[in-house]
């Protein structure tokens, strides 16, 4: 069974910094793509970044371009999000996701519909 575990939101203040981590389990990590989402209150679902655990490739939001990144510890089976300046409009609830690789990946990741999910996890930006 495909499990996934987010953590490591919080409170932080604007222009600080938080990593997210998911670990996962029941799957090969070379075979999927993993990504991070989120949902802001009274907001649809946006498709942050995902990662290809075979080769690395990523995708990136436009709005996270620049201040956050994606990368994988396959060993350890954990994808994790390293957010720099974050903003106040970087509030949400994170969640992450994963699939088994497909040629839509790009687009699926951009449209937040990956189809295994974990539970979410709180990013708050506020001073």
């Known amino acids: 069974e495909v499990q996934l575990q987010a953590s490591g939101g919080g409170l932080v203040q604007p222009g600080g910094s938080l990593r997210l981590s998911c670990a996962a389990s029941g799957f090969t990590f070379d075979d999927y793509v993993i990504g991070w989402f989120r949902q802001a209150p009274g907001k649809g679902r946006e498709g942050v970044s995902c990662?290809?655990?075979?080769?690395?490739?990523?995708y990136y939001a436009d709005s996270v371009k620049g201040r956050f990144t994606i990368s994988s510890d396959n060993a350890k089976n954990t994808v994790y999000l390293q957010m720099n300046s974050l903003k106040p409009e970087d509030t949400a609830v994170y969640y992450c996701?994963?699939?088994?690789?497909?040629?839509?990946?790009?687009?699926?990741?951009?449209?937040?519909?990956?189809?295994?999910w974990g539970q979410g996890t709180q990013v708050t930006v506020s001073s």
């Open positions: 996701a994963a699939e088994e690789m497909g040629l839509s990946w790009y687009n699926r990741c951009r449209a937040g519909v990956l189809e295994v």
């Open positions: 990662i290809i655990g075979s080769d690395g490739s990523t």
